[in-house]
């Protein structure tokens, strides 16, 4: 059974500060991984979607990594912004299994 | 495209009475998921559905929770005699058939569930 863990479990930081939200999951055998952004009392906004086959993913500030063997993925944010302020989820669902979530990383950005 | 749609927004029940959520997926996509997000935690995977069939329901309750996809219609989550226990945040998430691996999943804005 897919278990997801997310480091830290929240982050506070300077605005203008580069910072790295880590994920990682104890069943490598995973389609893709999915970086998804929740604001309170918001849905869920996908941000990145890397495939298994891939290395990393690139959307504007954000940069994603996916180490597949070591089960672990990292999410890169550059330069934060007050903006940038949310939860931060991953996701990696095994074949033929639902997405199975992290509790999330609670990022603060401080102007 | 107007996206995953949940309605209602915001539900208030008083306990024993029913609640219904309804989900209506990205056009083209005949995959339904439901999740359940409790004060203070993670997302947990409820029950998955295609049209007309429940694939997965293994995070589901097995009392007093059930959902259908119908061939026509949204995806509806019943919840029978709530108690305060079911307050939560239910989001609905919908994917294409065939092309999962490759697009992702989609998600609505959620119902946020009180129940008094």
């Known amino acids: 059974k897919q278990e997801v863990t997310q480091i830290p479990a929240a982050l506070s930081v300077p605005e203008g500060e580069n910072l790295v939200l880590n994920c990682s999951f104890t069943d490598s055998a995973i389609y893709n991984l999915q970086w998804f952004r929740q604001d309170p009392g918001k849905g869920l906004t996908s941000l990145l979607l890397i495939q298994s086959s891939q290395r990393e993913q690139t959307s504007g500030r954000l940069n994603a990594s996916l180490d597949k063997s070591s089960g672990r993925s990292t999410l890169y944010i550059a330069a934060s912004q007050p903006g940038d302020s949310a939860t931060y989820l991953c996701a990696a669902p095994p074949p033929g299994t639902p997405l199975v979530f992290g509790k999330g990383t609670r990022l603060s950005v401080i102007a | 495209n107007a996206g995953v749609m949940q309605n209602p927004r915001h539900l208030v029940r008083r306990r024993g009475q029913e609640a219904r959520l309804r989900c209506s997926p990205m056009k083209g996509h005949s995959h339904v998921y439901w999740y359940r997000q409790l004060p203070e935690e993670g997302l947990k995977f409820m029950v998955y559905l295609q049209k007309e069939n429940i694939i997965d329901e293994s995070g589901m309750p097995k009392e007093r929770f059930s959902a259908e996809f119908p061939k026509e219609g949204p995806s509806i989550l019943r919840i029978q005699q709530v108690v305060r226990g079911d307050s939560a945040a239910y989001f609905c998430?919908?994917?294409?058939?065939?092309?999962?691996?490759?697009?992702?999943?989609?998600f609505g804005s959620g119902t946020r569930l009180t129940v008094v």
């Open positions: 998430a919908s994917s294409p058939s065939q092309t999962v691996t490759i697009k992702g999943y989609t």
